[in-house]
């Protein structure tokens, strides 16, 4: 099962300050990390040039804190985005928290290492380690370009060995990985196949419909779970576009239920709703 949150750009542009808009980016990767979600989906409010410089720089923040801290100077050259990222949490997922030296990898260990060269018989990636790993180049459909990041198995430290292999192949949680279409909500929702939820104050309260929710997530397809903007909500974000809520979701839900304040902030709504749903989709109650 794959889990994927469905954000607006304009969840970081409610301030021109990057400090701000670098905050609360650091809010939404660590909710995403916490509830292991599978990707983050940043859709445009609108096809204005405001919208787009919003999903690009709000990306570019996901994607630095998703990168274990040994690979991001290699990763990321100087970008004026990233002027405050000590200001993002860091994330201290599984693929982040590995050992820095050879002398502590254990054969068998993944860790992610960025490509920096390729040749017909091997690649050389750079593993965070005092020396790079020598790995064999992969069939297809495993990337095997200069500057791509991969996932390395470990054969023999002794012998600086590796072996490229899927994203799925261990045991724990990657971190997620960042979509930025260049549509609007309705219309990347009319454009993808997947069990669709949407939040709301004037959604159905979530704990009358579980057994519903148990249903729909049981067929294992990939589970997309939309939230609104810091102004406006979905049903009016869809409404600019001439879409009704029910043509687009499988469910429209109320995950808070009666709220002593206004509005429930964007990133909030992560914290609130990420628990429940996140756990029914996995079956784990």
Same mark, same amino acid.
């Given at each position: 099962?794959?889990?994927?949150?469905?954000?607006?750009a304009s969840v970081i542009g409610v301030s021109e300050d990057l400090r701000v808009k670098?905050?609360?980016?650091?809010? =939404?990767g660590r909710a995403a990390a916490i509830f292991m979600v599978d990707e983050i989906?940043?859709?445009?409010?609108?096809?204005?040039?405001? @919208?787009?410089?919003?999903?690009?720089?709000?990306? #570019?923040?996901?994607?630095?804190?998703?990168?274990?801290?040994y690979l991001r100077r290699l990763v990321f050259k100087k970008h004026e985005e990233l002027r405050f990222a000590g200001l993002l949490p860091p994330l201290k997922i599984p693929s982040h928290t590995v050992p820095a030296s050879l002398k502590? =990898?254990?054969?068998?260990?993944?860790?992610?290492?960025?490509?920096?060269?390729?040749?017909? @018989?091997?690649?050389?990636?750079?593993?965070?380690?005092e020396k790079t790993l020598l790995a064999p180049t992969p069939e297809p459909p495993l990337e095997a370009r200069v500057g791509s990041i991969v996932l390395a198995r470990v054969e023999d430290p002794s012998r600086l060995s590796a072996k490229i292999v899927s994203p799925r192949e261990p045991p724990f949680y990657l971190g997620y990985r960042v979509s930025t279409p260049k549509k609007t909500l309705g219309e990347f929702l009319g454009s993808v196949e997947a069990v669709k939820i949407g939040t709301s104050k004037y959604g159905d309260l979530v704990w009358k419909r579980l057994d519903e929710l148990r249903r729909l997530f049981s067929g294992g397809e990939r589970v997309m779970v939309a939230f609104g903007s810091p102004s406006t909500g979905l049903r009016e974000i869809l409404a600019r576009e001439g879409v009704r809520v029910e043509d687009v979701f499988n469910m429209?839900?109320?995950?808070v239920g009666e709220q002593g304040v206004e509005? =429930? #902030?964007?990133?909030?709504?992560?914290?609130?709703?990420?628990p429940l749903l996140a756990s029914l989709a996995r079956g784990y109650w």
């Amino acid at each position: 099962m794959q889990l994927s949150i469905l954000l607006p750009a304009s969840v970081i542009g409610v301030s021109e300050d990057l400090r701000v808009k670098t905050f609360r980016a650091g809010l =939404v990767g660590r909710a995403a990390a916490i509830f292991m979600v599978d990707e983050i989906v940043i859709y445009l409010d609108n096809h204005d040039a405001e @919208s787009m410089e919003n999903q690009r720089v709000f990306s #570019r923040l996901l994607n630095y804190m998703v990168v274990p801290q040994y690979l991001r100077r290699l990763v990321f050259k100087k970008h004026e985005e990233l002027r405050f990222a000590g200001l993002l949490p860091p994330l201290k997922i599984p693929s982040h928290t590995v050992p820095a030296s050879l002398k502590h =990898v254990k054969p068998g260990s993944f860790r992610l290492a960025v490509i920096v060269k390729v040749d017909r @018989s091997r690649l050389v990636l750079e593993a965070g380690l005092e020396k790079t790993l020598l790995a064999p180049t992969p069939e297809p459909p495993l990337e095997a370009r200069v500057g791509s990041i991969v996932l390395a198995r470990v054969e023999d430290p002794s012998r600086l060995s590796a072996k490229i292999v899927s994203p799925r192949e261990p045991p724990f949680y990657l971190g997620y990985r960042v979509s930025t279409p260049k549509k609007t909500l309705g219309e990347f929702l009319g454009s993808v196949e997947a069990v669709k939820i949407g939040t709301s104050k004037y959604g159905d309260l979530v704990w009358k419909r579980l057994d519903e929710l148990r249903r729909l997530f049981s067929g294992g397809e990939r589970v997309m779970v939309a939230f609104g903007s810091p102004s406006t909500g979905l049903r009016e974000i869809l409404a600019r576009e001439g879409v009704r809520v029910e043509d687009v979701f499988n469910m429209f839900v109320n995950t808070v239920g009666e709220q002593g304040v206004e509005t =429930v #902030r964007t990133e909030e709504a992560l914290y609130i709703t990420l628990p429940l749903l996140a756990s029914l989709a996995r079956g784990y109650w």
